[in-house]
Nanobody
Framework: QVQLVESGGGSVQAGGSLRLSCTTSTITYCMAWFRQAPGKQREWVARITNYGTTDYADSVKGRFTISKDNAKTTLYLQMNSLKPEDTASYYC?????????????????WGQGTQVTVSS
């Protein structure tokens, strides 16, 4: 069992920044951030492998940075140049298998989510 607890959400104006944290009971091979806006499906935002390889959705590329601190068993999402369309609940996710995808169904463990609201 992998336990995930997100924090760091809040309300900011467009152009602002937030850093989300996800404290986990263990760092797994693949960890990711997803988000879900009201009335929309949950979508993948970014992922990081055990080796530190990262990948991003086109909508956040160049603005968001995913990272992890193995010693603190914490996953981060630094979000800069935030836009109103980034408003959503953000979830960290993990699985124990030895590949890393962006598919929601591949992830076994989920946090409870943290709300990010960006006003124009």
């Amino acid at each position: 069992q992998v336990q995930l607890v997100e924090s760091g959400g809040g309300s900011v104006q467009a152009g602002g920044s937030l850093r989300l944290s996800c404290t986990t009971s263990t760092i797994t091979y693949c960890m990711a951030w997803f988000r879900q806006a009201p009335g929309k499906q949950r979508e993948w935002v970014a992922r990081i492998t055990n080796y530190g390889t990262t990948d991003y959705a086109d909508s956040v590329k160049g603005r968001f940075t995913i990272s992890k601190d193995n010693a603190k068993t914490t996953l981060y999402l630094q979000m800069n140049s935030l836009k109103p369309e980034d408003t959503a609940s953000y979830y960290c996710a993990a699985h124990r298998r030895d590949f890393c995808s962006s598919s929601l169904t591949d992830f076994t463990y989920w946090g409870q989510g943290t709300q990010v609201t960006v006003s124009s």
